[in-house]
C-alpha cells in the first residue's frame, strides 16, 4: 500500500486544515489524507450532487436515476473507471474521425501515436475526408516524426489509405512526389498508385 509521509519543521501551530500539530508525522494512504478533510470534501461533494450541482453523468439502477460526478465515481471504482474512460475514448475516436482534416492539422498528438492506433484510424470507413490527400501527407508526417522506427511500418500503413482516391495534386512542384516516397522510405512498388 503506497503512503504519503509528511514531517513537521519543528513548528508547534496547529494546522486548522487537518487540525493537527505540526510536529506530527501523518502517514495516510493516498487515496485519503486525512479524515476530516475527507469527509468535509465527501459532504460537500454530496451537497452538489444532491443539487444537481457540477454533475457531469447519470447511472440508472431499475427506476432510479442518479446524478453523479465522474471523477468520484472513478475514484471510488474500477469498473466506473473503465467504462467513463472507454466512453470518453470513443467520444475523441468519433471526434477525429468527424472532423479528420482540422484534427489533423492542428493536433501533433496524432503523430505520437501508436502504429497500431494510427492505422485504426486512417483506415476506419467512417473517417471523414474529402481528399485521401490528407491521409496520405498525414502518414508521411507520422513516418518522418521518428522514420527510423516506423518505416517498417509503411507497407502496413499504405494499405489503408485509398490511393486510388488520391487527387493529381498530392505531388506538387516542390514537393515529393509518391515515388519519390516510395524510394525514400523504400515502400514497395505495388502500392504506387
Known sequence: MDSLQLKADGNNLEDKTLGIGRKTI?????????????????????ELREQNLLCDAQISVGEDVFNVHRAIMCSCSSYFRFRFLEDLHLKA????????????????????????????????????????DHVWKLCVKWIDRNPESRK?????????????????????????????????????RRYHA
Do not use: C, Q
Open 26 to 46: 501523518l502517514k495516510a494512504h493516498t487515496k485519503s489524507l486525512a479524515p476530516i478533510v475527507s469527509d468535509e470534501a465527501l459532504n460537500t461533494l454530496n
Open 93 to 132: 475516436r468519433n471526434y477525429t474521425l468527424r472532423y479528420f482534416t482540422e484534427v489533423a492539422n492542428r493536433n501533433i498528438d496524432i503523430l505520437d501515436m501508436s502504429a497500431e492506433d494510427f492505422y485504426s484510424i486512417i483506415s476506419d470507413d467512417e473517417l471523414n475526408t474529402r481528399e485521401e
Open 152 to 188: 517498417r511500418h509503411v507497407a502496413h500503413l499504405m494499405t489503408g489509405v485509398r490511393l486510388g482516391l488520391m487527387t493529381p495534386k498530392a505531388s506538387r512542384p516542390g514537393e515529393m512526389t509518391t515515388l519519390e516516397h516510395h524510394e525514400r522510405f523504400g515502400w514497395s
